[in-house]
C-alpha cells in the first residue's frame, strides 16, 4: 500500500462529509441509472461514508475507501459500516466484486 501520509499530512487531514445528506439526495435523485446499475458498490474517496450509508439504505452492498483516518473515525462514530482506510490503488477488496465505483468529489 502507498503510504499516503507522505502527501497528506495531519495538517491537510480534514474530513468531508460531502456537503450532507442534501447532496447525497441530489445524486441519486439525478442519477437514477447508479441505483439500476447494480448491487454493489464502492465509493472511492468516501469522505465520512455518507454515500455509502445512503446506498446501504436501499438495500445496497456499499462501501468506502478513503485516505483520512478522521473519516474512518467520523463514520464509525455515524454508525456507517464498511468505511476503511486505504489508498485507491491498493484496495482492500478482492477484484470483481462490485457492480460499479464511485468516485465524486474526490479531484
Known amino acids: 500500500?502507498?503510504?499516503?501520509t507522505r502527501i497528506w499530512t495531519g495538517e491537510n487531514d480534514q474530513y468531508s462529509d460531502r456537503g450532507g445528506?442534501?447532496?447525497?439526495?441530489?445524486m441519486s435523485e439525478h442519477l437514477p441509472w447508479l441505483l439500476e446499475a447494480g448491487d454493489a458498490f464502492v465509493d472511492l474517496g468516501c469522505?465520512?461514508?455518507?454515500?455509502?450509508?445512503?446506498?446501504?439504505?436501499?438495500?445496497?452492498r456499499a462501501c468506502?475507501?478513503?485516505?483520512q483516518h478522521r473519516e474512518v473515525e467520523a463514520a464509525a462514530s455515524r454508525?456507517?459500516?464498511?468505511?476503511?482506510?486505504?489508498d485507491i490503488h491498493e484496495?482492500?477488496?478482492?477484484?470483481n466484486v462490485f457492480d460499479g465505483a464511485i468516485c465524486w468529489d474526490v479531484i
Open 21 to 26: 445528506p442534501e447532496r447525497i439526495l441530489h
Open 47 to 60: 469522505g465520512c461514508g455518507g454515500v455509502v450509508q445512503h446506498l446501504q439504505r436501499t438495500g445496497k
Open 1 to 4: 500500500m502507498i503510504d499516503p
Open 91 to 95: 484496495l482492500p477488496y478482492p477484484p
Open 64 to 67: 468506502g475507501v478513503t485516505y
Open 79 to 86: 454508525g456507517i459500516s464498511d468505511v476503511t482506510f486505504g
